[in-house]
């Protein structure tokens, strides 16, 4: 399974990332500066740099921390004696990073990330993590998510605000292969920060002071919506891996259906509830509809 992080770069070959990053073999093994599998990107062998249009996914430490940390949620290596553990299986699921973000803002333009939509699903991505938020409501974006076949979990924004009321995007967007993810503190109450919506998120997951991988082959703490959707990412990489043919809107609906319910988020979620992997893991699948 590949989950595609449309970021900053990630460190591709940071020692507890680099065995589980998803790797273009045509590129690998074909010839340096010739684009040997002839879809349009030269030598894009982890992925691409939208942002300044080049093959290096990974730039400074300054552009792609925010990325390379969501990366280590997801799949940082387990068992290596190194760091922390991703969520995730590392012989299953890879991860494929598509810079669209950059600068001291982290910022970047529709256009890059529509391509990286585009990119990611041409190249067998079935995830799409998007660690990002802004108030523009663009419709060429809408309409990229809304034709994609990829499942699109989205932060939900850093606003503390109410996105039923204030919409936050491409959260904010009413599509039934989005699903959009609020910060869970420690103490099972919304993070202050979080953007919130009882129809409008469907999700908490921890998203306060959560370590990970940064640059420079090291680990650091970081808070934030951003932290919060490359957990629910991971549980959906989980699920795609563990059922060979199960379909986006069934594992929606798995993670939705199997939230552990807060007194906390009653009102504030769709779901009213946290991520529970393990009893998403566990779900009859055999219930499901047809």
Not at 208 to 234: E, F, H, Q, R
């Amino acid at each position: 399974v590949i989950v595609a992080v449309i970021d900053g770069g990630v460190k591709y070959n940071h020692p507890d990332l680099a065995a589980n990053m998803w790797v273009n073999e045509a590129e690998k093994n074909g010839i340096s500066d010739v684009d040997d599998d002839n879809n349009g990107y030269v030598d894009d062998t982890n992925g691409w740099n939208f942002y300044r249009n080049n093959n290096r996914i990974y730039t400074s430490s300054s552009d792609d921390s925010h990325g390379t940390h969501g990366a280590g949620t997801i799949a940082a290596n387990a068992g290596n004696n190194l760091g922390i553990s991703g969520i995730t299986d590392s012989d299953s699921v890879k991860i494929m990073s598509l810079k669209a973000l950059g600068g001291n803002s982290g910022s970047g333009s529709t256009a890059s990330l529509i391509e990286a939509i585009r990119y990611a699903e041409a190249n067998g991505a079935s995830i799409c993590n998007l660690s990002l938020a802004g108030t523009s409501n663009d419709r060429a974006l809408y309409q990229t998510i809304a034709d994609s076949s990829m499942l699109f979990v989205i932060a939900s924004g850093n606003d503390g605000a109410n996105t039923d009321r204030t919409p936050c995007y491409p959260a904010s967007y009413d599509l039934d292969n989005i699903i959009s993810v609020a910060n869970l503190s420690y103490d099972g109450t919304l993070h202050y920060s979080s953007n919130y919506g009882a129809t409008s998120v469907d999700i908490a997951a921890p998203g306060a002071y959560i370590l990970s991988t940064t640059p420079d082959n090291s680990y650091g703490y970081m808070t934030g919506t951003s932290m919060s959707a490359p957990m629910v990412s991971a549980a959906a990489a989980m699920l795609y891996s563990h059922y060979d043919s199960i379909r986006l809107a069934d594992v929606k609906e798995i993670l939705l259906s199997t939230t552990t319910e807060l007194d906390s988020l009653q009102g504030k979620l769709a779901s009213g509830g946290m991520l529970n992997l393990g009893d998403a893991m566990a779900y009859d699948i055999e219930t499901l509809p047809e």
